[in-house]
């Protein structure tokens, strides 16, 4: 009895004393995340891209397509010879006699490295290998330009996002191997995703990281086309609108001054590039499809639609799950063509999984998750 006693004593006593706090342990890293960098990211898409590539990528087959995608033999062959010929008579030009009885044609130097980087190589293929420079290696420029290329990029956006390595990296694989970069190279297309992707990276490094030197040179990537400045910019509004309010703590006030510090660096790339930019707005403004009989500004003014909508929906539903469910080619069974359909196929498994981001969120960022793919639409 007394040893019972002494027991609940001891345990009443006892119940004053506070409990030591539980230290926070990290999830323990895996183990090959040390490996897990922009080095392996560039074998892998090496390693993926020759298992899938490869006959484009030693020359067995030209990267040029009948069919649907015959404007790569009727306009980018011309092209590209007529860019080789100016090359091969002058590093810079100002005109060329190689199209009718000659027209303005401006190659200045770049206003980025990037580019600079590009016009040295492509002068120096010119001079000693000609027209077969860019014909035979066309893919391979095409591969590391946009598909390397849009890969790291979109490796440190992630990272830039405080995204883990393994995330990081799967992501960027999957952006590297998109439908759209894969189907839409042979029109060119894939050199959007490099675009579209430089300047979401170069966005959070000015909003997280308050480095600023990377959005002017974004904006030289997109000014070279007027109306792919202005596709863009409206895209950046709306991405940016939706980033910054999707936190809890930030203001309207916050938000004009990050938008202030873009405009102002938006307007100190456009003025690097102004040359270009100004060319192009030229030669589009006197386009027959602008201002001439071609034109459809009229009818798009009064509102009306230039195309059939039937089928988009289900198009762009059915192409997230591949690019070719609707046939290939001529045999393409959905809106409009092959090519010019909406190429949102990105993998499987983010299909899968991208329903599951909603269970990690708040409140407040599944609604502006949630809305964006709608608005969007």
Known sequence: MKRNKKTKQSTKHNTNIKPKAVQKTQTPALGFEKFLNVWTLLALIFIIGFLALSKYLTGEYLFFFKDIGSDSINQNYPAIVHYTNLLQESFLS???????????????????????????????????????????????????????????????????????????????????????????????????????????????????????????????????????????????????????????????????????????????????????LFKAFEKMFSSPRVAGSASYSNLLSAGQNITDHANLGATTLLRFFSSDLLGTGSNFMGWQNYLEAPLFYIGLLTLLMFPQVFIYLDKRRKLFLGVLPVFGF
Not at 140 to 159: D, E, P, T, W
């Open 94 to 276: 100002k005109w060329s006699f190689y199209k009718g009885m000659g027209d303005e044609y401006i190659t200045g130097i770049p206003s980025e490295p990037y580019g600079l980087i590009r016009l040295a190589l492509n002068y120096l293929g010119a001079e000693n290998i000609g027209v077969n420079y860019f014909v035979y290696g066309r893919f391979i420029q095409i591969f590391i330009y946009n598909f390397l290329f849009s890969g790291v990029i979109a490796f440190f956006y992630f990272r830039t996002l405080s995204f883990k390595k393994l995330s990081s990296l799967t992501a960027a694989l999957f952006i590297s191997f998109s439908g759209y970069m894969i189907v839409g190279a042979g029109w060119g297309f894939s050199s959007h995703v490099f675009k579209a992707i430089f300047l979401l990276f170069a966005f959070e490094q000015l909003y997280l990281k308050n480095r600023w030197y990377f959005f002017p040179f974004a904006v030289i990537y997109l000014s070279g086309n007027p109306f792919v400045l202005f596709i863009y910019s409206v895209f950046l509004l709306l991405y940016s609108l939706f980033r910054f309010f999707a936190e809890k703590e930030n203001n309207v006030k916050d938000y004009l001054i990050l938008a202030g510090k873009m405009i102002l660096l938006g307007t100190l790339g456009v003025l690097m590039n102004f040359v270009h």
